[in-house]
């Protein structure tokens, strides 16, 4: 099978920038990406459909509470990160 990457919709494709298998800077970084290019669209009144492909990797690498709590931060306006 040498070479071949399949990617399901439960599995998060190789990113060189995170080659360690610890993912927990993948997960942030796709967490933030999906919601900077969330933003980014809604600015220019775009679809954000090509967002989702962001939504879809963090949402198989982060344990769900994460994400609960980051958006829980978001609403509060006390996120850590830089959306």
């Known amino acids: 099978r040498g070479g071949d ?15 360690n ?9 796709n967490y933030l990406d999906f919601h900077r290019c969330e933003k980014a669209m809604a600015a220019k009144g775009a679809d954000a459909a090509p967002c989702q ?3 879809r990797v963090y949402k198989s690498l982060c344990p ?6 980051w958006d829980e931060y978001r609403e509060e306006g006390t996120f850590p990160g830089k959306i």
Do not use: H, K, L
């Open 21 to 29: 298998q610890n993912q927990t800077r993948n997960c942030w970084q």
């Open 5 to 19: 990457i399949r990617v399901t919709m439960g599995t998060a494709p190789f990113d060189s920038r995170f080659p």
């Open 64 to 69: 769900s509470e994460w994400v609960t709590t």
């Open 53 to 55: 492909w962001y939504y």
